[in-house]
Structures are given as structure tokens and as C-alpha cells.
């Protein structure tokens, strides 16, 4: 089946601090998605990607759907503590929705030192 | 109240005893999913629904069997425990316009 890697597996980084982080799949995906997690909570959606070349933004993050359609990366500007969680990835073959079966990545843990 | 409730949020159990994970939505979606959450791998499928009478498979379903009795409720079995089956456990609803919703999590150990 599909493989998504993720990277880093975890990050530490001083509040102010740009992130970024990124994901690399062995095969196509029409729909990228990325999702937080807070401790004790399920993944809640940042943004979504539809379409190869995308750049969206949702306040301080910026999600790209790669060209290829083969990889994804998320960008976090000046970091905060309240962005501690664990980032996933995650990919979907059908096109232009975000509700069929996703493959997820491993998770990047984001520790945010006041 | 949640859109998509878990219960229990927490559970041990021993090894062979048989365990239920039940999961209940409020937002009227067809989609339903049971995934596995292990540290460093990330969520993977392990059942999904797409109405009552549908029910398949995903990547990791030995050891596991599942049940959609209603539009909004969707539980998942382990008939037989093992403690390779300790993990957490998500269930999620889904639909065309507002993508997926994940319940709070089941955390299961199995001892």
C-alpha cells in the first residue's frame, strides 16, 4: 500500500521560531491534508490541498501540494507555545474532497520552549 | 456533547479477554472509520464504513472485526486480545463537504 514519510520525526524550537516540516510519498495522491493533535485529543484539520502547485494559507501556517503530487510540506511562522502537538500528513487518492481513505504520516512532535 | 463519542476513553485488559470499542456520531454522516494510532507510525486504517451495509477492510484488520448497527454508531471488536494490540485507537466520521471529524480516542492496553 501507500507510504508516506514524514519529517522530521520531532522538533524543538525557542517561541518566535519559523517550522517547517514535510512529507514524501512512493506514489500520487489527488488530495493532501494536514492535521494536528493535541494530547488526549483526536487530529483536528489545518488545511487542505485539491489541486498539484497549491499554496494555501491559514493564518500563521502555509501548506503546499507538491508538484508532483508526490509530496507536501507545512510551514509554521513565528511559533507559539499553544502550537505544541504532533503535525501529521495525510493523503488521499480521490480527487477534490478530503472524506475518503487517508494514509497518514508518522507524526512530527513539535515542542514549542517559552 | 461531542460529535463523534468514544467509549471507554481509557481500558486495560488481559491478554485473550474479548473487547468491544464503541463509537457514536451526531452529525448524520454515511463514512465511519476505526484507525490505530502507535507512536512514530502514525494513524492506520483498520476498518471503514461507508453505509450500514458496507464494511471493509483497511490495512490492518487481523485480529479485529467491526460492526455498523446504525447510521451513527460503529464499534470495534478484538476478539481476542493481544499486547500488540496496545495503542490508541481513533474513530472518525466523514463527508464531502467538511472532510473528516475524529473522536477523542480510545487508549487501550493489553496486559
Known amino acids: 500500500g501507500q507510504q508516506l514519510n514524514q519529517s522530521p520525526q520531532s522538533m524543538f524550537i525557542q517561541e518566535g521560531e519559523d517550522v517547517s516540516m514535510n512529507c514524501t510519498s512512493s506514489s500520487i495522491f489527488n488530495t493532501w491534508l494536514w492535521y494536528k493533535q493535541d494530547p488526549g485529543e483526536g487530529p483536528v484539520l489545518l488545511i487542505a490541498?485539491?489541486?498539484?502547485?497549491e499554496l494555501t494559507s491559514n493564518g500563521r501556517l502555509t501548506a503546499q501540494f507538491g508538484i508532483t503530487r508526490k509530496d507536501s510540506f507545512l510551514n509554521i511562522s513565528a511559533s507559539i507555545p499553544s502550537d505544541v502537538g504532533i503535525y501529521f500528513c495525510?493523503?488521499?487518492?480521490?480527487?477534490?474532497?478530503?472524506?475518503?481513505?487517508?494514509?497518514f504520516g508518522q507524526g512530527t512532535i513539535l515542542t514549542v520552549h517559552p | 456533547d461531542a460529535d463523534v463519542t468514544q467509549t471507554p476513553r481509557n481500558r486495560i485488559t488481559k491478554t485473550g479477554k474479548r473487547i468491544m470499542l464503541e463509537c457514536s456520531q451526531t452529525k448524520g454522516h454515511d463514512r465511519m472509520y476505526w484507525y490505530r494510532q502507535d507512536p512514530g507510525l502514525g494513524l492506520r486504517l483498520i476498518y471503514y464504513s461507508f453505509d450500514v451495509k458496507d464494511i471493509n477492510k483497511g490495512e490492518i484488520s487481523d485480529g479485529y472485526s467491526v460492526s455498523r448497527q446504525a447510521q451513527a454508531k460503529f464499534s470495534l471488536s478484538l476478539e481476542s486480545a493481544i499486547p500488540n494490540q496496545t495503542a490508541l485507537y481513533f474513530c472518525?466520521?466523514?463527508?464531502?463537504?467538511?472532510?473528516?471529524?475524529f473522536g477523542s480516542g480510545t487508549r487501550l492496553t493489553v496486559v
Open positions: 490541498l485539491y489541486k498539484a502547485g
Open positions: 495525510a493523503g488521499q487518492l480521490g480527487g477534490g474532497t478530503s472524506y475518503g481513505k487517508l494514509t
Open positions: 472518525a466520521t466523514s463527508d464531502p463537504r467538511r472532510g473528516y471529524t
